[in-house]
């Protein structure tokens, strides 16, 4: 599967936690990153600015629930505190922005080593907000080679 992740950080070194955001999407397949990273402020209102990108990655994953898990895994490591609620300051998101899957909506059980996130993960493909988000578009569009994109960036 091909599938573009939106990476943000607004707490600590935030680049260091994006360049480690990086490093850790290479243990789920291939990874292309944009060149382009962006500061933007906190749209809660409660945190320091963000850092964000976005990266292409090739997976061999076929089901984006499994990757949507894979990337809440990864972002626990990374030291994501979510007790804190949603829109939390964070030092690693990773959004599932869209797949070159079908679209849909998805509701399911919590694996057993998520359930600090609650009984239920959600996922709703492409991402609802990704397409009005200049954080998460430019650096999109920034990416080096369009034809990487083809299938999961819309028109290209």
């Known amino acids: 599967m091909k599938a573009i992740v939106a990476l943000g950080s607004n707490l600590g070194d935030r680049r260091a936690h ?54 809440l895994r990864l972002e626990l490591a990374a030291g994501r505190e979510r007790s804190a609620g949603r829109n939390a300051p964070r030092t690693l998101d990773l959004d599932l922005i869209i797949t070159d899957g079908p679209p849909g909506t998805w509701t399911w059980e919590t694996p057993e080593d998520l359930r600090t996130l609650g009984p239920e993960l959600s996922l709703e493909l492409p991402h609802p907000r990704a397409f009005s988000r200049p954080f998460v578009l430019e650096p999109w569009r920034a990416l080096a080679d369009p034809g990487e994109c083809r299938g999961v960036i819309p028109g290209k």
């Open 18 to 71: 994006l360049e480690a955001g990086l490093v850790a999407l290479r243990t789920l397949g291939t990874m292309l990153p944009s060149p382009m990273v962006m500061e933007t402020p906190d749209e809660s209102g409660r945190g320091p600015a963000y850092l964000n990108t976005v990266a292409i990655l090739v997976t061999e994953e076929t089901d984006p629930r499994r990757l949507l898990e894979s990337l």
